[in-house]
């Protein structure tokens, strides 16, 4: 008898439990179709995330509930980051593709579209940098990264743009610099190109603005990713790089910034949250562009 009573008892809290359980998951699926922040439902491509800023950026945005899908131009690069998308728990899209192809690119995106479904949300994040002086630089060098770090924003926004037209709204970030404010010495290729990244932005925010499509920028400081590892790289001697100490000094944290600081900034201009912010340019610096640099004891 005793152990009856006891299968009721725990049957009844068990549905007891179950009813609270349902009431809180209408409550949260209510809260995150009216959390602007939330990209449910939104199908975010995010170039070159097998890794680095774009890697960051793309699993910020599927905690959001973003679906990913990501490209790069080699299959082993590919099929490394979808393993590493699945260690974070995210079923991760990935196709080979260079963005400098403009075909490849429109086959691409009418891939996606049919494997997956429009997408919502474009990150043009894949990027190079060549360090030289500019004398010693030749024009083919400039041209590829100007081809990588500006015609393919282009090439890519492009190929997104009209469904976006058609599906009435959609968001563009395009990964922009410091560079596209400031120069210095042996990057005059990335800093042309990312600044006509920054006015590229602009453009698509004044040309498609009226289809409720807000393009913005998001220009990191420097990140520790591969892309900057030589300028952090031990001396000889074992002591730091001159540019880290550098960077250090002009950067009010006295740090290089992470990749995954860039997410939620990221989340915000997908998000419905930013609807009214268009061709705005976010700076995720640590407050460099703000700072004259560390006085030299
Ligand atoms: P990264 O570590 O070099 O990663 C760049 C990614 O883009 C790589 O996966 C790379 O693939 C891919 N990629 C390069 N060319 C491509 C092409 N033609 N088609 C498709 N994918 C291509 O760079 P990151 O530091 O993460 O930087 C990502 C973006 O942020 C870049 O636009 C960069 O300019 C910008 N950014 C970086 C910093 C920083 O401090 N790290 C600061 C400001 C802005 P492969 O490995 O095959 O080349
Ligand atoms: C460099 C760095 C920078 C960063 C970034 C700064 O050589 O100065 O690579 O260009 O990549 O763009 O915002």
Redesign the pocket.
């Known amino acids: 008898r005793r152990s009856q009573a006891a299968t009721r008892q725990a049957g009844y809290s068990d549905k007891k439990t179950n009813l609270k359980i349902l009431r809180i998951f209408r409550r949260n699926k209510k809260m995150a179709n009216t959390n602007p922040f939330s990209l449910e439902g939104k199908i975010a491509l995010v170039?070159?995330?097998?890794?680095?800023?774009?890697f960051a950026i793309a699993k910020a945005m599927a905690n959001a509930g973003a679906t990913i899908v990501f490209?790069?131009?080699?299959q082993e690069?590919v099929d490394k980051g979808l393993a590493a998308y699945k260690e974070e728990g995210i079923e991760a899209h990935g196709y080979v593709?260079?963005?400098?192809n403009e075909d490849a690119v429109n086959e691409l995106v009418a891939k996606i579209e049919k494997e997956v479904g429009v997408i919502d949300i474009l990150v043009n994040?894949?990027?190079?940098?060549k360090r030289i002086p500019m004398c010693e630089m030749t024009a083919a060098e400039f041209r590829q990264v100007i081809d990588?770090?500006l015609n393919?924003p282009f090439i890519v926004s492009k190929a997104v743009i009209p469904s976006m037209i058609k599906k009435g709204h959609g968001k563009i970030i395009n990964?922009?610099?410091?560079m596209s404010e400031l120069g210095r010495e042996t990057v005059s290729a990335?800093a042309a190109a990312?600044g006509g990244l920054k006015m590229l932005t602009k453009n698509i925010c004044s040309e498609y603005g009226e289809f409720n499509i807000q393009c913005n920028g998001i220009?990191?400081?420097?990140?520790e990713?591969?892309?900057?590892a030589p300028l952090r790289e031990r001396q000889p001697d074992g002591s730091r790089h001159p540019f880290d100490t550098f960077i250090c000094a002009k950067t009010p944290a006295n740090r290089w910034l992470q990749?995954d600081e860039l997410g939620g900034p990221a989340v915000f201009l997908a998000s419905d949250a930013s609807n009214g912010v268009n061709g705005h340019i976010l700076y995720v610096d640590g407050g460099i562009l703000a700072y004259i640099g560390k006085q030299p004891k």
């Open positions: 170039t070159g995330a097998s890794y680095g800023i774009g490209n790069d131009i080699k690069l593709c260079d963005v400098t994040n894949a990027g190079i940098i990588v770090d393919a990964i922009c610099s410091m990335y990312k220009g990191p400081g420097y990140i990713t591969p892309q900057t990749p």
